[in-house]
């Protein structure tokens, strides 16, 4: 296999607030290999996003990346200087954010925000990059890009603007693309051309793209490898087709179980995880998930379990799966 | 059993929405701009003051056929519509309109440049304050809380002593504490922008600190210096007439509008006119600069439709 092109290794990201230290990134490891679809999936505030910021290395104050290392191309991202990074960024790894109303500089003109990180990596002209945009926007199917590229902002739809966002992210052709809830503010449909539109270019471009989103659905059709967050932390890792068939881990077995299915009996209750997440300033000792969890054992209470393998192909961080307990069908 | 939605829909082969022209922010507030009448009077009045500085050298020699300067000792305290003294003339018997054109040149000039030199300054200071936050936040605009405590009126006497007063040092010292308030007005503006998340993504896209403060933050707080800019520039005319009345501005013998007011309270129950011109000619522009500052703020501040 070769070298990944990408490796996070025990990422701990932390916000240092007047309450206490958030632990929101708890020592992350993964990789991610030329044109993979890696999905990280988990409920709101588990840690996907920020391990997507600390990538970029984008932690908002009063956030810092407080251990661990982002190899890229075999280089640490951690410890490059502001400079360098900003090298790094829409350059080689590029990413596009969850709410596209509000992800476009509103006084500017679509074509020139798409054609913008060509002028700034690549030393482009306006109007050469302008040229390239009008390309670009035509391939992530903008209609009429010529006329449209003059337009602003508040002249596209959720959808189209969302177009024109993937389209900024691969004018410089980057080597990673992360997509944060890409289509969590879009309705339904509009989400299936997005998603269809990032399975293309993953396959035209062949980079490769890590996908946040608490769907699993999108995750589903979308990635090869998913990753599950809990906490902070990775619970449960493997190819998508495994995870979902026989999942290893209890909260991806209860986040599969509360999907509402089309055939079920109408009449039946959902069957959401009892609880909510955990504070992540005081994590309760032993699993994070514990609490919650329909099959724990003594031991979880007090002992925190690592990512071990668990059958042939997945990773789980559980105690029970990991002493060889088969869950039930989700 | 419900049948599975057509997700396989790649591209929308949408022609309906073509032919549309884009119009931007800046188009749209300039039409709102254009449609408000006095908003377009008071502009037009500020222009005419404008011109009339400009070409006051011009104007002199075709109109007043005379100098600023040139003193008249048998034709003193001419009474105005005199021939050839049309406003009529001073206890020098140099011409009033003349003197008035010239002093345009002083009032217009000063508030130009003040008012840019005060938006420069405040936009940058404002800028950098707001984008970075913290410590630097935090000494420039405690910088500023300084300046603005201190009574401007003190602040000006004292530095008009110390500099010699001209057209380019009074607009520097009317500035200097001019550009306290726009760096607060665009600090506010910029910490509501910044944290918008097209700041994020033009820093996930590799955009430097410079880039995203001149490029993407600046445009969006343009309005905000816009508006100050045009109120201001009636505040810079009164503040620059009340120095030279008080003797610490323009001094003679060029002409200001405000130290012709001065010259001439001896005269009020004698001459009249020479309080009323310089008088009128200051009222009727700082009139029209806040009635045409607030067509502009209509006009350009989102908040207020």
Redesign the interface.
Known sequence: MPAPLLEVRDLKTQFFTPEGVVKAVDGVSFELHAGETLGIVGESGCGKSVTALSI?R?IP?PGRIVGGSVLFEGRDLVGLSA?EM??????SI????Q?PM????????VGWQVG??LV??QAKDNASAGVEATRMLAKV?I??PQ?RA???PH?FSGGMRQRA?IA??LTTTPAVLIADEPTTALD??IQ??IL??LR?VNREFGMATILITHNLGVVAGMCERVMVMYAGRIVESGPTADVFAHPKHPYTWSLLRSIPR??ADRREPLKPIEGSPPDLIDPPAGCSFHPRCAFRVDRCSHDDPRLQPVGDTQQAACWVTQAGTELPRA | MISPLPIEAPVPPSTAIVARTSRGYWREAGGRLRRNRIGIVSGGVLLFFVVVALAAPLLAALITHTDYRSIDLINTFARPLTPSHILGTDELGRDELTRLLFGAQVSMGIGFLAVVVALTIGACVGLVAGFYGGLIDGLLMRFVDMILATPAIFLFILMSILFKPNTITLSLIIASVGWGSIARLVRGEVLSVRTRDFMVAARAFGASDARLIFRHLLPNVLHVMIVFGSLYLGQVVLIEAALDFLGLGISPPTPSWGNMLTNSETYFFHSSWLVIWPGVTIFLTVLAANLFGNAVRDAFDPRLR
């Open positions: 970029m984008l104050r400079a900003q090298e790094v960024r829409g350059e590029a990413m596009i954010f709410d509000t992800s476009l500089n509103p006084v500017f003109r913008e990180p700034i990596h199917g209609p009429n006329q003059r337009d602003f002249h966002m900024m992210g339904v449909t299936a051309q269809d539109l293309h089309l055939d």
